[in-house]
């Protein structure tokens, strides 16, 4: 006897498909997080590996100008492109280890304050986010004010 579809789950397989298309971000599958825990890893070696390189401010400079080039062109991605939104994701990584790294080497801040300051404003986004959105489901990233949020 072969599988039967209903119509409820023909609509949630139509609307998943419909989400699928018009996302601007990947499915959080292990794979996702495999290369997610990867680009970490890149952003700290490749800002240490700037930083001696270059020099701090410069490293941080460009850093930052890649950062914002990076943001721009995912923001005008009108679907998730791999190579656009993995690029970001890295330059969140390589420009978010320099600011940890200033913040600690060049004021002196503890590692722990300036971790428990990251987590605290992360909570805050997702707490507005989540008020603002009514959702926190990447799966609904789409673009616009979500995509700022993400």
Known sequence: MGATTTPRAHRRAHAQAVRSAVSKVPE?????????????????????????TLGPVPAVAAAGLLLVAALVAQARARRYVP???WFAVVMVSVFGTMAA?????????PYAVSAAAFALALALVFTVWRRAEGTLAVETVSGGRREVFY
């Open 28 to 52: 959080v599958t292990a794979v996702f997080w495999i290369v997610k825990i990867l680009t970490t890893g890149m952003g700290e070696t490749t800002s240490d590996y700037l930083a001696r």
């Open 83 to 85: 190579a656009v939104y």
């Open 101 to 109: 790294d200033v913040a600690h080497v060049a004021l002196g801040v």
